[in-house]
């Protein structure tokens, strides 16, 4: 539409971002919006895989929303409330992007630590999404955290310095698993450890390693399962 910027457009417009800056923010939204969505997906389906109880509970909910084949809409994904709760709660179990780097712009001070201009910060998204004083037993895959618990999520950091896919990958998570969960049944295979216990390594994406193993079939035509192992699949 002619009446709306585009993204582009309006870093192009922004005097205060400088060449580098705006390059930075379209590398961010080409190469690290694939990587993190895909693996998120991926752990919200191990998790699923785990719980079967959990999965019929989601099968069904989507289905009466949704029927068996109608495609998905954007206003459809707003009525989506468990599956958006799955998927916050999948990132928060596994979180692709462990860390945020910041730079202190003056000089303050946190609880009794004094942080000088220019200081590099790091905060471990990861351990933070695993801390029992912020999520009640944080080693459980729960679907319905209370809402001051949900506050404590920062998978796409906060503020002018967060995470510009934010709202893309929140949507596209929840269309894709709506497709997903109406006509294919995943299972974690025998010996396959448990989604906390998982291993991961920080790529573009903090993807598993190790014995991680789950399959999938189609719920109403015959075809040939599907193997996945880790993040890709055979």
Not at 35 to 56: G, K, Q, V
Not at 67 to 82: A, E, Q, V
Not at 96 to 106: F, H, S
Request: proline letters at 6%; aromatic letters at 4%; hydrophobic letters at 35%.
């Amino acid at each position: 539409r002619t009446d709306r910027l585009l993204f582009v457009d309006r870093l192009a417009q922004d005097e205060g971002m400088t060449e580098d800056d705006r390059v930075q923010c379209l590398l961010e939204m080409l190469i690290a919006g694939t990587d993190t969505s895909s693996m998120s997906l991926y752990y919200t389906i191990f998790a699923l895989a785990e719980n079967p109880p959990l999965r019929e509970r989601l099968c069904c909910d989507i289905t009466e929303k949704l029927g068996r084949n109608d495609p998905i809409t954007l206003k459809d994904i707003h009525t989506m409330r468990l599956l958006k709760l799955c998927t916050m709660e999948g990132i928060r179990m596994k979180t692709v992007g462990p860390v945020i780097l910041r730079q202190a712009v003056q000089d303050t001070r946190v609880g009794v630590s004094d942080i000088p201009k220019g200081s590099a910060i790091i905060i471990n998204n990861a351990a933070l999404h695993q801390q029992p004083g912020l999520f009640s037993c944080p080693a459980e895959f729960q679907l319905q955290r209370p809402d001051e618990e949900l506050e404590n999520l920062l998978p796409f950091g906060k503020g002018r310095k967060g995470c510009v896919g934010e709202h893309l990958a929140r949507e596209e998570m929840v269309a894709i698993l709506s497709v997903l969960l109406r006509h294919w049944q995943f299972d974690k295979l025998p010996g396959t450890g448990s989604l906390h216990d998982m291993g991961t390594r920080w790529d573009i994406a903090n993807v598993p390693v190790g014995s991680c193993q789950m399959s999938c079939r189609h719920q109403t035509e015959p075809c040939a399962k599907v193997l996945f192992i880790g993040p890709q699949s055979t």
